[in-house]
C-alpha cells in the first residue's frame, strides 16, 4: 500500500525557512559588507587627520612659545645677599649691579586705645571715616551697643583696602588697622567724628606706610612695594631686609632653559612628521592608512613645515637654524646640537633671539613663519586639514547613505522569501492533506 507523501519538518514543507532566508540574504549582504569596510576605513581616516591636527595645536604652542624677546631671550639672576632676590626674563642683559637696601615698603597699622572688654558694649556714638591714600574716604556708623566684634565686622565690610582685628596685649584690648598695601600712597586717613577711640592719635599709629628705598650703583630709587620692577631691565628685585653693605645682582645668560623650550619644539615637531609617515607612507614604508596614502594634503603639511624651519632670517652669520644648532636630518626630523647653539648664544645671544622671533613689532623670526604654516592647515573651517576631513566626512555619508538603501532593499527581499516559504508550505500542507485523504481509499 502506498504511503502519504509528506515531509516532517518545521512546516508543511519539512524545510527551515528562516535559516534558507538568512542564507540568501547573508549572500544579498555581500555588497553592504563592503561598504560597511569602507565607512569604517574613512571613518578611520578622519579620526586620524584629527590627531594630526591635534598634534599640530601642540606644535604650534611650541612654535609660539618662542616668537618674543621676552620668550627667546633666557637668563638667570643671583644675588650675593638674602636682603634680595632677583630673576631675570628674556628682556635683561647681562650684568653686574651694585645695590644697597634703605628701606622696605610698609603698609600702616595703627591701633584704638585700649579697650577693656571684648564682648560689652563701647559706648562709642558717631562715626570713623577711613580712606587710602587718594581714594574717597567711606564713613562707618558706630552705635552706643556696639562692641569690638561689631565695629571689626563694619570695617572688614566697607569695601576699603584696610583689614581691621583685635589685639590683646595681656591686660586690655586694641582694635587694629592694617593697610592691605604697601607705601606711602597707600597711607590710611582716618578721622573720627563723635568717637574716641584714638585712631587719630599720632602715638597710635605703630607703623607708617613707606616705599622701599634703594641705591642701585649709586642712584636712588623708590618703589611703593618690594617687588622693585624696572630698575634693571627685565629684572625684578625682592627685596626681604635692609642690607647697608652693597649687594651685587648678576644676571647671566642661561640656554638651558632656553635649550628646554627648543628641547619641547623639537619632540613636537618630530612627533608630526613621525605620524604623517606612518598614515601615509613615505618610501619603502607601508601607509597605515589606505585612505591616506601618499595623500598630497600631508604631503604639502611636511613640505611647508620644512621649508619654514628652514626659512633664512637676515644675511648675517646665525641666520638660519640650522647655523645655531637647529636642523632637519635625512629623516625629515629636527634635532639640536646643544654644542653648536650653545656657542652661538654666547657669540651673540641678541641675533640669535632675533633668528627665532623677529623684532617685537616689526620683522618676523623663524618661530612665526612656523605659526603661521601650522595655521595653515589647522585653521578651523578653512584650514587644509579640515578641507580633507570635510571631503571624508562627505564620502562617509555617502558610503552610509548607500548601506542604509541595500539594508532597506535586503529587508524587503527578506519579507518577499518569508512570503513565498510561507505560500509553499501552505501549498505543502495542504497537499498532505489531499494525501492522507485519499491514502484511506487504496
Do not use: C, H
Not at 641678541?350 to 612656523?370: P, W
Amino acid at each position: 500500500m502506498a504511503g502519504t507523501v509528506s515531509l516532517s519538518g518545521l512546516g508543511g514543507s519539512g524545510l527551515d525557512t528562516e535559516s534558507l532566508v538568512n542564507a540568501l540574504t547573508n549572500v544579498e549582504r555581500q555588497g553592504q559588507t563592503s561598504l560597511q569596510s569602507k565607512l569604517t576605513a574613512t571613518n578611520s581616516s578622519i579620526s586620524n587627520l584629527s590627531s594630526v591636527s591635534s598634534l599640530l595645536s601642540k606644535l604650534k604652542s611650541a612654535s609660539d612659545a618662542l616668537d618674543t624677546a621676552a620668550e627667546v631671550g633666557s637668563y638667570k639672576a643671583s644675588s650675593s645677599n638674602a636682603a634680595i632676590v632677583a630673576s631675570a626674563s628674556g628682556l635683561a642683559t647681562p650684568g653686574k649691579y651694585s645695590l644697597t637696601v634703605e628701606k622696605l615698603a610698609k603698609e600702616q597699622r595703627t591701633y584704638s586705645n585700649s579697650i577693656s572688654s571684648a564682648s560689652a558694649a563701647m559706648n562709642q556714638a558717631g562715626t570713623l571715616r577711613l580712606g587710602v591714600g587718594t581714594g574717597d574716604p567711606k564713613d562707618i556708623s558706630v552705635a552706643t551697643t556696639d562692641t569690638i566684634d561689631d565695629v571689626i565686622g563694619k570695617i572688614n565690610s566697607a569695601g576699603l583696602r584696610v583689614t581691621a582685628s583685635s589685639f590683646y596685649d595681656g591686660s586690655s584690648y586694641r582694635i587694629q588697622l592694617r593697610g592691605m598695601d604697601t607705601g606711602e600712597a597707600n597711607a590710611l586717613s582716618i578721622t573720627e567724628l563723635g568717637t574716641s577711640f584714638g585712631f587719630d592719635v599720632p602715638e597710635n599709629t605703630a607703623q607708617k606706610a613707606q616705599d622701599a628705598k634703594l641705591q642701585l650703583d649709586g642712584f636712588s630709587i623708590k618703589s611703593s612695594t618690594n617687588q622693585v620692577t624696572g630698575a634693571i631691565r627685565g629684572v625684578t628685585l625682592a627685596l626681604t631686609a635692609e642690607s647697608t653693605a652693597p649687594i651685587t645682582v648678576s644676571v647671566d645668560n642661561d640656554p638651558d632653559s632656553l635649550k628646554t623650550k627648543l628641547n619641547t619644539l623639537v619632540d613636537t615637531y618630530n612627533q608630526v612628521i613621525t605620524k604623517v609617515k606612518d598614515l601615509a607612507g613615505t618610501g619603502s614604508s607601508k601607509a597605515r592608512d589606505a585612505n591616506l596614502a601618499g595623500d598630497s594634503t600631508l604631503r604639502s603639511l611636511t613640505q611647508r613645515l620644512s621649508s619654514a624651519l628652514q626659512t633664512q632670517i637676515g644675511s648675517g652669520q646665525y641666520s638660519t637654524l640650522g647655523s645655531v644648532g637647529l636642523s632637519l636630518d635625512r629623516s625629515g626630523k629636527l634635532a639640536l646640537d646643544s654644542t653648536k647653539f650653545d656657542k652661538a648664544v654666547a657669540a651673540d645671544s641678541g641675533t640669535v633671539t632675533k633668528l627665532f622671533s623677529g623684532v617685537d613689532g616689526g620683522a618676523q623670526g623663524v618661530m612665526d613663519v612656523v605659526s603661521s604654516a601650522v595655521d595653515q592647515f589647522t585653521r578651523t573651517g578653512t584650514g587644509l586639514l579640515a578641507t580633507r576631513s570635510e571631503s571624508l566626512t562627505a564620502s562617509a555619508k555617502r558610503f552610509q547613505t548607500r548601506i542604509d538603501r541595500e539594508e532597506t532593499r535586503i529587508n524587503r527581499y527578506a519579507d518577499m522569501l518569508r512570503k513565498q516559504f510561507t505560500a509553499m508550505d501552505t501549498q505543502v500542507s495542504s497537499y498532505n492533506a489531499q494525501g492522507s485523504y485519499l491514502s484511506q481509499y487504496l
